[in-house]
């Protein structure tokens, strides 16, 4: 069974850092493209970056371009998003998950963990 | 970016019922489409991928369709346990979803 645990979330000042993880098994972590999608209190869902399998490709949507880091540890099966300077537009759900093969769809999602950003 | 923009908002019907949800792309994505079911505190479940696949262990009742720039999500003889948001995404490009249907029992 495919499984995605996120940790790390909580709450954290405009200007500071977190960093997200996403434990993953069930399935060859490494074969999978990864990525991390956040959902605004009652609002929609926003992409945020993808990782490539091997970790050799990053992507990001612009407004997080420059503060956060997306990377994974493919030995450790773990997923992470390093995220700096802080705004509180981040403050959001962020879900961990996994890319269809070869797809930009995502097929598998984790519980999600909340980041909220304020003084 | 391409903008999904999805409708209606927000829906109600009743038991039995067959819901239809639309999206609309701000440029040809090609079948590249998929719909997330998001039930009340839980994380998004994959639904329908390439426009009118049905992801694994889906109940037949859902299905989609469309082409180019308009899909729609079709939920016959709607459950109770149908009660959900629900998200269309393109990825034809960097992924983009539409803002969601919250749909509710008449």
């Known amino acids: 069974e495919v499984q995605l645990v996120e940790s790390g979330g909580g709450l954290v000042q405009p200007g500071r850092s977190m960093k997200l993880s996403c434990a993953a098994s069930g399935f060859t972590f490494n074969n999978y493209d990864m990525a991390w999608v956040c959902q605004a209190p009652k609002k929609g869902l926003e992409w945020v970056a993808t990782?490539?399998?091997?970790?050799?490709?990053?992507y990001y949507r612009d407004s997080v371009k420059g503060r956060f880091t997306i990377s994974r540890d493919n030995a450790k099966s773990t997923l992470y998003l390093q995220m700096d300077s802080l705004r509180s537009e981040d403050t959001a759900t962020y879900y961990c998950?996994?890319?269809?093969?070869?797809?930009?769809?995502?097929?598998?999602w984790g519980q999600g963990v909340m980041v909220t950003v304020s003084s | 970016d391409i903008q999904m923009t999805q409708s209606p908002a927000s829906l109600s019907a009743s038991l039995g019922e067959t819901v239809t949800i639309e999206c609309r792309a701000s440029?040809?994505?090609?079948?590249?489409l998929a719909w997330y079911q998001q039930k009340p505190g839980k994380s998004p479940q994959l639904l329908i991928y390439?426009?009118?696949s049905l992801h694994t262990g889906v109940p037949s009742r859902f299905s989609g369709s469309g082409s180019g720039t308009q899909y729609s999500l079709k939920i016959n003889s709607l459950q109770s346990e149908d009660v959900a948001s629900y998200f269309c995404?393109?990825?034809?490009?960097?992924?983009?979803f539409g803002g969601g249907t919250k749909l509710e029992l008449k």
């Open positions: 995404q393109q990825y034809y490009d960097y992924p983009t």
């Open positions: 440029e040809d994505i090609y079948n590249g």
């Open positions: 390439n426009a009118n």
């Open positions: 998950a996994r890319h269809r093969y070869l797809r930009n769809y995502f097929d598998y």
């Open positions: 990782i490539s399998y091997d970790g050799s490709s990053t």
